[in-house]
């Protein structure tokens, strides 16, 4: 059917093809990654405490993870549209067993986008890739050479310092702070929260 | 003439002390900065061996000028410190006597930006400097390695003994170290991170990625088998930033920068070639343990 009055071409195909690429190539920075609430969370219409609250999300709501601002991030739900809700109630992925292969896909980003496709063909098999395991450490020969070869990538401070300014980055007298020890209450509400999981 | 003779007797007094009273004085004698580089490189033969740097110019120089900004930012800024992207697909990282810090590249592909980088690096690099590794090498079986001893292994006076030492503090990195210094790391990295200009979040960030993954994974068997639970670790450090740091929290993250460097390195990234490198091999090429590296291929051609 023709909405625009216009037959699209295979030529003007390819182009709207090259188009998304380079919008995916453009924006992957901001692109989108799955989410999934792990508890009950606020919505909020800027990244503070006390912002609007834009609505209230229940546990395991599915969600798309845009950005990240410090301890926030903006989110973008279903029906309610974007909000910023608190980085460490949204766990990546889509599912509460912990699936890597949903979020892997954003190393599947970086992949389409050095090739300027959009939409990578599939998720990365997590099976199959053979973790560093005990023995392959233990068990290794020795790589003196490898080691010395590491010279040759030492950047000097004076490169490190240019490296940092020309991103602003900007360097802070910060005192360590030996942590206080208020975690105690939050372990005890965890373990309670977890039988109760185990119950259902 | 004499001087031999007194080196023998000094060698093996300081032999009967490894193994006889190793337990009294093996908190007398602190490491000495020497002892600790020349065991870190033997240390670190022993990960590049498991895994080598991953043959990228611009990438490892990506990782150096940040790793050594963030260690200019700590009481140590004059080890020798050398930063590696390792070329696996394991997700994991590895701080080493010395000054060494390695993240392997199956970490690197879960970061979103500069400041996740940076919040791991500085985690890494805070072993380093609280001489975590040192510690456990001191402890429990390993009690009877004491500190003069050590130091007179390392510095040369011994090449049997040297190699005994690098394999226990090669043991280190299967078995992980105290709970304890692993959240302290996390606390004084988000520091290092947050002095070094960049948003301490980000760390927080990157363990909410550890605990979002299947821990039945190969690629992160062993790393959750040597560090305490991501969510609590994320939990833990989420309460000190937002105590202690939330301010800094605006400060950047660089996702631009980390962005372009990824977008170089993956165009014309080539998994090193190497022949099987353990001294104990369950057999398998080296092609059937990567599927990610087959799916990943093929993209890459077209």
Redesign the interface.
């Known amino acids: 059917m023709n909405h625009s009055g216009h037959n699209p071409t295979a030529a003007g195909k390819v182009a709207v093809l090259i188009a998304v690429g380079a919008l995916v190539v453009a924006t992957h920075s901001h692109a989108a990654q799955t989410g999934i609430t792990r508890d009950a969370v606020e919505l909020r219409a800027a990244p503070y405490s006390d912002a609007n609250l834009v609505t209230s999300l229940p546990t395991q709501t599915k969600v798309e993870i845009l950005r990240r601002r410090g301890g926030w991030i903006k989110i973008n739900v279903e029906a309610y549209g974007q909000g910023w809700a608190p980085l460490h109630k949204v766990r990546l992925g889509d599912s509460a067993q912990r699936n890597r292969s949903s979020f892997w896909g954003l190393s599947m980003l970086w992949r389409s986008a050095s090739t300027g496709r959009s939409g990578a063909s599939g998720l990365v098999a997590t099976t199959g890739i053979r973790g560093m395991r005990d023995e392959d450490i233990t068990g290794a020969v020795p790589d003196p050479q490898a080691v010395k070869s590491l010279d040759g990538f030492q950047a000097s401070n004076v490169e490190a310092q240019a490296h940092a300014m020309s991103a602003g980055l900007e360097q802070q007298r910060v005192e360590y702070v030996e942590p206080s020890k208020k975690k105690k209450k939050k372990k005890r509400k965890k373990k309670k929260k977890k039988k109760k999981k185990g119950k259902s | 003439m004499a001087a031999a003779l007194a080196l023998s007797v000094g060698w093996s007094v300081a032999g009967r002390a490894q193994f006889d009273i190793g337990r009294l004085i093996k908190a007398a004698t602190p490491v000495s900065q020497k002892a600790e580089i020349k065991m870190g490189?033997?240390i670190?033969?022993?990960?590049?061996?498991?895994?080598?740097?991953v043959a990228d110019?611009a990438l490892?120089?990506y990782?150096?000028?940040?790793?050594?900004?963030l260690a200019?930012?700590t009481e140590k800024?004059d080890l020798p410190w050398?930063?590696?992207i390792l070329d696996?697909?394991?997700?994991?990282a590895f701080a080493v006597p010395g000054g060494?810090v390695f993240v392997?590249r199956?970490m690197l592909?879960?970061m979103?930006?500069?400041s996740e980088l940076a919040g791991t690096l500085a985690h890494e690099i805070s072993h380093v400097v609280e001489r975590h590794a040192l510690k456990t090498m001191r402890k429990g079986n390993w009690a009877g390695v004491a500190g003069d001893a050590l130091n007179a292994v390392a510095e040369g006076k011994g090449g049997q003994e040297f190699d005994k030492l690098i394999?226990v503090g090669?043991?280190i990195?299967?078995r992980g170290l105290d709970k304890k210094d692993e959240?302290a790391a996390d606390?004084?990295g988000a520091?290092i991170a947050?002095?070094?200009?960049?948003?301490p979040?980000g760390l927080?960030?990157m363990l909410?990625?550890f605990?979002?993954?299947?821990?039945q994974?190969?690629?992160?068997?062993?790393m959750f088998k040597t560090h305490p639970d991501p969510e609590e670790r994320?939990?833990?450090l989420?309460?000190?930033?937002?105590?202690?740091?939330?301010k800094?929290?605006?400060?950047?993250?660089?996702?631009?920068?980390?962005?372009q460097v990824?977008?170089t390195h993956?165009?014309q990234y080539k998994p090193v070639a190497r022949a099987a490198?353990?001294?104990?091999g369950d057999g398998?090429p080296d092609d059937e343990?990567?599927?990610?590296i087959?799916?990943?291929a093929p993209?890459?051609s077209?």
């Open positions: 490189k033997g670190a033969a022993n990960l590049l061996g498991a895994a080598p740097p110019q490892q120089g990782i150096n000028k940040i790793g050594t900004w200019l930012q800024p050398r930063f590696a696996t697909d394991s997700v994991n060494y392997t199956g592909l879960l979103r930006d500069e394999n090669t043991e990195y299967s959240f606390v004084r520091v947050a002095r070094g200009g960049y948003d979040y927080v960030a909410q990625s605990a979002s993954i299947n821990p994974d190969d690629a992160v068997v062993l994320m939990d833990r989420l309460a000190y930033v937002d105590e202690n740091l939330q800094y929290g605006a400060q950047p993250n660089n996702a631009e920068r980390f962005a990824m977008r993956m165009a490198r353990r001294t104990e398998t343990k990567s599927e990610a087959k799916t990943i993209i890459f077209q």
